[in-house]
């Protein structure tokens, strides 16, 4: 062969075999690329044991990894089936039986049945369990009138009747149990996983849920893999999820316009017109069921002072603030529950942005001077919040118009969280997005007085109201919807009557995703399972 033939040959041959293996690398990679979302957020988590956690950063990653025993729509709060498949109350509402769904396993390989149902039960409501450790079970208290023993506690028991039978015996009847059930926090854990170290389960999670836990890079990033055990077949679509931490909400619109995220929550108001703009990505905007407060811890001075706390009610400008921090993707607040929920009392009248009128009770409260004060300011973005530090300073300009001086207070974000919980703060901006769509779930856990206790309280103003306790309770009691709506709206005017907030804006959260992430829909509870969502490049 003459030697120039043999030379382009062999050249003929490596062009075909680098093209080959060229065509195969950009093939593997896409493909790698393809079932990886990487969900720039705003924070860490605190924990992923869902009954230890009440804040969104948690949740959204618990969501992926556990379920419970009911669900809700993908659109909305509308109970559907979960863990359970099917199940009966009893006529007096005490008693309620669930079948269970077959042939699920936890990730760690053992089976989910109606002893794990009670195990985990046992362990939220029971401080005497022996695996009642890691936490408080906050949410567990909030939703089920307390613990074991306590009082108001509403589960007298749940026990196994058979292997994919459970049923659970109430106190006393309570409306919203059925949503309750559906809540992140109630997600059923494996008792084998929590048995090895009930303290640090929160580190080491196994639930039966779309994804399964990897590794967590603590303020980086956590990583969840599919769960290729799923019961749902064909779900998950995704093999891997990333939950990347990126405090600045500027710093992940960077992120997500270079292409180093995928999808993010904690959107600027004001940079929804650039992602509208751009071809390359897609935004959203989730259904508002959330609120934004100023709360005053009525356990201290001045404002044990109901005149003081009407007062700054008349002094801070919701309107304004809508304006400078939401561009227009929220609504002002005048109840502490959004007007979306069933139960809303729209007869309500608001404290009109009035200095003068603040001015007048806060000499009739005998603060004509004005006095000093602390206000928390919450450090990181979140739905109903985009900048609490700046919205601190906001209300303080017109705070201090009245001659208060106000000094303005932020830390890391757990460390809030916890002094918050327990009262260590004056007043504090803080918010709610609702976990069920049910109003028990703003007005119970967020200004119950059985909620206002440390360490873990859901209502950190401290407020402790009979008269509202009476209404609240009344309309747990009951199954009639109609009549539940009457007592929420009754309780609502005892709380703009006290005020222990001032209840500030329902946002509507913008969201923004690359266009190639597809079945993506934001749920009005704040966080939702990706199980649905794929990539399509």
């Known amino acids: 062969m003459p030697r120039r033939k043999h030379l382009i040959i062999t050249l003929a041959l490596l062009f075909i075999l680098s093209t080959i293996l060229a065509a195969c690398g950009s093939s593997e990679q896409q493909a790698d690329q393809g079932s990886t979302l990487v969900f720039g957020r705003g924070g860490d988590s605190d924990s992923l044991d869902p009954a230890q956690v009440t804040d969104g950063e948690s949740i959204k990653v618990t969501q992926n990894l556990y379920e419970t025993l009911v669900k809700y729509k993908k659109e909305n709060t509308e109970v559907e089936p979960g863990l359970a498949t099917e199940w009966e109350p009893s006529e007096d509402g005490l008693t309620w039986t669930f079948k269970l769904r077959e042939g699920v396993k936890f990730h760690d390989g053992t089976d989910f049945n109606a002893e794990a149902v009670v195990f985990n039960f046992n362990r939220w409501m029971d401080k005497n369990n022996e695996y009642h450790k890691g936490g408080e079970f906050p949410y567990y208290g909030y939703m089920f009138g307390g613990y074991k023993g306590d009082e108001g506690h509403v589960i007298k028991s749940v026990k196994a009747m058979d292997d994919y039978t459970v049923e659970f015996t109430l106190e006393k009847p309570q409306g919203p149990f059925l949503n309750n059930l559906g809540m992140p926090a109630f997600g059923i854990a494996s008792p084998t996983a929590v048995k090895k170290d009930p303290e640090k389960f929160g580190e080491n999670p196994v639930g039966t849920g779309p994804f399964a836990f990897v590794e967590w890079k603590k303020e980086d990033s956590i990583t969840l893999k599919k769960n290729t055990e799923y019961w749902d077949e064909g779900k998950p679509s995704l093999d891997r999820v990333i939950f990347r931490s990126i405090p600045d909400n500027a710093g992940r619109l960077t992120a997500l316009k270079s292409g180093d995220i995928d999808l993010m929550d904690g959107l600027n108001p004001d940079a929804t017109q ?20 100023l709360a005053f811890n009525t356990e201290k001075k001045p404002f044990d002072n109901v005149k003081v706390r009407q007062a700054l009610n008349h002094a801070v400008n919701k309107e304004g603030l809508i304006k400078s921090f939401y561009n227009g993707l929220a609504e002002p607040a005048k109840n502490p529950m959004p007007p979306s929920l069933w139960g809303y009392n729209d007869e309500i009248t608001d404290y009109e942005y009035d200095l003068d009128q603040a001015k007048k009770l806060l000499k009739e409260a005998g603060y004509e001077d004005g006095f000093k004060m602390e206000l928390w300011a919450m450090p990181v973005p979140r739905p109903y919040m985009p900048d609490g530090k700046k919205i601190a300073e906001y209300l303080s300009a017109d705070f201090e118009k009245l001659g208060i001086e106000v000094e303005i207070i932020s830390m890391e974000w757990q460390t809030y969280l916890e002094k918050t919980g327990k009262g260590e703060h004056e ?111």
């Open 274 to 293: 650039s992602i509208e703009d751009d071809d390359k990505l897609s935004l959203y905007t989730r259904p508002p069921m959330n609120v934004g407060y």
């Open 427 to 537: 007043a504090a901006l803080l918010g709610w997005t609702g976990d069920n769509g049910d109003p028990d779930n703003f007005l119970y856990v967020l200004l119950d007085q059985t909620n206002a206790k440390g360490p873990d309280a859901g209502n950190i103003a401290f407020y402790k109201s009979e008269e509202l306790h009476k209404l609240l309770s009344k309309a747990q009691g009951l199954s009639d919807k109609e009549e539940r709506a009457k007592l929420y709206k009754e309780a609502q005017k005892v709380i703009k009557k006290d005020a222990p907030w001032v209840p500030m804006v329902h946002s509507t959260p913008p969201l923004a995703s690359q266009s190639y992430v597809k079945g993506f829909i934001p749920h009005p509870t704040g966080s939702e399972s990706l199980e649905n969502v794929s990539i399509e490049k």
